[in-house]
Each structure stands twice: as C-alpha cells, then as structure tokens.
C-alpha cells in the first residue's frame, strides 16, 4: 500500500501538461505562440474549478534564445528568454499567475547539446587552442582519414561534423547546428549548474531535460554493435553513445541542487530506454522522473497495453514512481496513430488509461481535445526531420499546429499566419466547441482529472491488475489507504464482457465516473458487461 498522498509531493500527486510554446496562443498576432498567449488561458488550464482543465503542471517546450534550426532545442543562450516568445519579465509574470492558480511552471532544458551559434561553440570552433575547445567534442580524423567512428546522428547521416578551419571532426548526436557538450568538462558543468540555479531563483519549479540519458559518451569512442532497424540510427545499438555509467553521479549532482530549493523536480527526457534502464535513473537521490514512452509504441490491444504496464509496475515496484505519456511534440498524435470512426472513443479509453495508472501522467497539448496529426503540405515542412525523410516520414510539424480554441478566423490561435498550418477540423476540433458539449474527449478528460485530483486511490494509490489474460479490455484496482477503485476499459468496438479473475464482492461498488453514465447499477459479480469503448471507474463504499 503506498503512502497517504498527503505526504506525497506535488510531482506525484499531480498532472503534467505539456505546452508546445510556438503553438498554443500568440498574443502578438505574429503567427507564432508565446508567452502572452500562456499567460492569457491560464484559466483553462486550471481556475480552481472542474470547468477548468485542472492540471498541476505546465512543461514549457523550450522558450530560451535560439535559432530555431531544431525549434527551439538549439539554445544559443539558456539565460535569455527568446524575443518570439516575449521577455524576462514576461515569464516572471507568467509564473506568479500560475503559482497563484496552483500551477506549476517546468522549463525544458536541452543541455546534452548547444546551438552551433552559442558564444560558447563560436569560441571553442574559433581555434585549436580556444579555451573552449574542450567544452565540445572534438575528434581528429583516424589516420586513414574519415570520421572517428561509425556514429550516427539521430536525424540522419554521420554524427561527426568536419570543421574544415580547425580539421578536425566535432560531434552531434542531432543536427550539424547542434554540437554536444563534453560533459566531462568541469567547466561545462559550472555553467550548467549556474544556468539551473539562474531559473530555480527565479521561481521556476523544475526542469524537464532533454534527452537526459545521452549526456555523455564512450571516451574511447567504441563502435556501438549492430541491431535490426529502419534508419541508419535505428540499426545500432546505442551501448555506447547512451546510457553510459557516468550519468548517475550527474543526476545525484542535479538532485542535490535542486532539492535546495524545496520540492522542485527534475523529469528526464531519454531516448529510447526501458523501465528497467528508467527505475535506475529515478532514485530519491537521482532524477525525481523520467518519461516512459513504451506506451506510445503498444497497438491497440488491452493485452500490449497490460504488458507495457506490468513491465513498468515490475522495474519501478510499489515505491517507485514511473511517469507515462501517450503522446508529445515527436510522435504521432493518439487519434491519429489509432485512427478510424471510433478514434474519440479511443481517445476517451487512452485518456481513462493515462489518468489512472500508478505514477505521474503526462499530457501533450491538443490530446485533451482529441487533436489529430494534420496534413501539413509539403512546401510548409519546417522539422528539419520532415525535410529530410519526406515522403518516408512526413517530420513532426503535423503533431505541432496550432492548438484550435474556436472556429473563429485562426481558430483563436492567432490573427495573424500562423507559423504552421491551423488543422482542417478546427470548425469541429476546439476548445470552445467542446466546452459546451458535455460528450466531448475534452469535457471527459476535465471529468477525469477532476475526480483523480480528489481521489488518493487515483492519484497515489497501488495498482493491481484484475484480469490475467485481458482479451477485450482491461480492468484494474487502484487502492490507498483509505480509498479504492476500480477502473475498466473496453478497447473494443463492441460489447464486451469482461470476467475478472477475483470476486470483487467483498466490496459494494458505486459507479463513479465513465463513458456511458446510467448504463450501470452498482458492479455485483465477477462479470462486468460493457458497452463498446466503455470506460467506467466504481468506488468501493463498504
Ligand atoms: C528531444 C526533443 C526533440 C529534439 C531532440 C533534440 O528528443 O524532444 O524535439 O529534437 O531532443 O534536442
Ligand atoms: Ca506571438
């Protein structure tokens, strides 16, 4: 049985909800989201009241200085907050609203990697000798010529860049524009503890961190060995540019400082990586989170799903705490990665799911309204990804666009262009549209995270599966101290029974919340009978 939430920190407890800055609101009509735009629909995010969305967080997809050839996670100065998006003062603004409605504010930092314009990589490219030079990863060619080693960059060809300058070969694990940092380097580190001290002070209440697990790299520059897989990337097994052992005593550093602020956290973004790797990397004394992604990638079937969950209930145990998300600024979109006529009701089962899982649930932007990937035309292509693989892999702009608030002219995102296409089903796909419907996935995901905020057995409590071999859904309990329930889920597209492998009897259920309000009296018997895509929660009151 895990702790009464009570004593459970607000990273635990809460709702994180992704923002992807340049599109949820632009206060300035320049097409472009911002940090007006924010400060302007707070209220939706969270007024106190169940009309509200009712999160806890706010993750800010990167606001700091940038030339923007990755959109942002290209930071030429982490100090400075980008003129597109406002000023200094603006987030100050922005933060002080927030904490009054009870929100917190999470930066993302991207620091395994700078833009090729930061100060620091200008200097350290400028000459051999560059105090600086140290700073990056710089490789002379082997001495039959060619780059160090066969590692690839996560976007696409060879990871070493030549300097013709200086020649010799620096390393990047993305674009050419975005040199690793030698994290080995003591200077780099002072600087990377200032800049988190810079915004802790500020008020900031932690960080998400860009693909944390890869900060540093074999120092003998080991070839990683070979793996089945579609890119060139995919078809190395990443031994030896991730997950290296030097990470732990970095995540024990970043947790020291910012436990030094109080109860602030750090969520770690990794690419790739299991549950097993994961649990490693969140410790009392390490990262407070780290996203696990393995949900994203299950088909739609109860069974992969259960097997994803128990995998992570398993690695991470009573105590620890995984963080999911279903979706987020790199991946396809829920109702577009399960599409179909039904993919609404999907979407109200995957929001059931994510909501009522054991550890901290993280929303993307536009999944609360049950957003679909849009066709974004070739010539608007702005991911450096979309551009490069097209039409293989169409990049991540069409999981981007601009969050629609109504049918207005800009879907009230902005009245100017916006930066990337508005979707074509914003007239039916909107935040004020599906206000006022009460079946909406919004008014669901409101209803949701209403009754998790106020339930100690959703939003702390254990997690117990009820069902061995789900077939047509699933059915679990959540339990805490003094609460318990019982959540089940129909995947199906028709009606379904569901037998669940204990007699649940020794308790009276009270229907609480669902998808198809009045279909159930209260729950008696191991047979529980859903409607197609039926989602319904039950308290036990005795
Ligand atoms: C992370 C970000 C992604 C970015 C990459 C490089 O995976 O989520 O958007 O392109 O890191 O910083
Ligand atoms: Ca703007």
């Known amino acids: ?31 472009i989201g911002d940090l007006g735009g924010i400060l302007a629909h707070l209220d939706y995010l969270n007024d106190g009241t169940p009309a509200s969305l009712g999160v806890d967080a706010i993750w800010l997809s990167p606001i700091f200085a940038s030339p923007a050839f990755d959109f942002g996670y290209d930071v030429s100065d982490y100090c400075a907050i980008d003129p597109i998006f406002g000023r200094l003062a603006d987030l100050d603004e922005l933060i002080a609203q927030a904490h009054q ?42 001495p039959q010529g060619g780059p160090p080693n066969r590692w690839q960059s996560v976007f696409g060809g060879r990871a070493w860049q030549w300097d013709p300058a200086t020649r010799q070969y620096y390393y990047h694990m993305f674009l050419p524009q975005q040199p690793d940092l030698n994290w080995r380097n003591p200077q780099v580190r002072e600087e990377i503890d200032r800049i988190m001290r810079f915004w802790l002070e500020r008020g900031v209440d932690g960080f998400r961190l ?22 060139a990337y995919d078809r190395q097994a990443h031994v030896y540019d991730a997950d290296r052992p030097e990470l732990l005593p970095a995540y024990t550093a970043f947790r020291r400082l910012v436990d030094r602020y109080g109860d602030r956290m750090v969520v770690g973004e990794p690419l790739m990586g299991n549950p097993q790797v994961l649990q490693q990397y969140c410790r009392p004394d390490r990262l407070h989170l780290a996203f696990d992604f393995d949900l994203i990638s299950c088909r739609w079937n109860p069974r992969a799903f259960q097997r994803t969950i ?58 609360e309204i049950g957003m ?58 909107n935040v004020a549209r599906e206000s006022e419907d009460p079946g909406s996935v919004l008014s669901f995901y409101r209803r949701l995270i209403w009754l998790r905020r106020g339930s100690r057995a959703l939003n702390s409590g254990s997690f117990q599966t009820l069902l061995r071999n789900p077939d047509s859904g699933l059915a679990y309990l959540r339990q805490s101290q003094e609460e318990i329930m019982l959540v089940a889920l129909n995947f199906r597209g028709h009606p379904a029974q569901i037998v669940l492998d204990e007699d649940p009897s020794t308790h009276e259920w009270e229907w609480r919340l669902g998808t198809h309000p009045g279909s159930h009296g209260p729950l008696v018997g191991r047979r529980l009978n859903l409607q197609p895509y039926e989602v319904c929660i039950f308290q036990a009151t005795r």
């Not at 860009?210 to 890119?231: I, T």
């Open 1 to 31: 049985m895990s702790e009464s939430s009570e004593s459970l920190p607000w990273w635990k407890r809460g709702v994180i909800y992704q923002i992807y800055t340049r599109s949820f609101a632009d206060s300035n009509g320049d097409g």
């Open 101 to 142: 409605r009870g929100i917190r504010v999470i930066l993302d930092l991207a620091l395994n990697h700078t833009s090729h314009l930061h100060p620091w990589f200008l200097e350290s490219r400028a000459s051999r000798s560059s105090s600086k030079r140290d700073w990056y990863l710089w490789q002379d060619p082997r």
């Open 210 to 231: 860009d693909v944390v697990n890869a900060y540093f790299k074999d120092l003998e520059l080991r070839d990683n060995p070979f793996r089945w897989g579609l890119r």
């Open 310 to 367: 128990l995998a992570c209930e398993q690695a991470f145990g009573p105590e620890g705490w995984p963080c999911y998300a279903l979706g987020n600024h790199d991946v396809s979109r829920l109702v577009s990665r399960y599409p179909g006529p039904h993919a609404p009701e999907r979407a109200k089962v995957a929001a059931a799911l994510l909501l009522t899982l054991h550890g901290t649930p993280s929303l993307y932007q536009g999944e």
């Open 372 to 429: 679909r990937d849009s066709p974004v035309p070739r010539r608007r292509i702005l991911d450096p990804a979309g551009k490069r693989y097209w039409p293989l892999y169409r990049g991540r702009d069409p999981v981007r666009t601009p969050l629609p608030w109504n049918d207005g002219v800009g879907a009230g995102f902005s009245n100017g262009r916006p930066w990337l296409p508005i979707n074509p089903d914003f007239r039916s796909v």
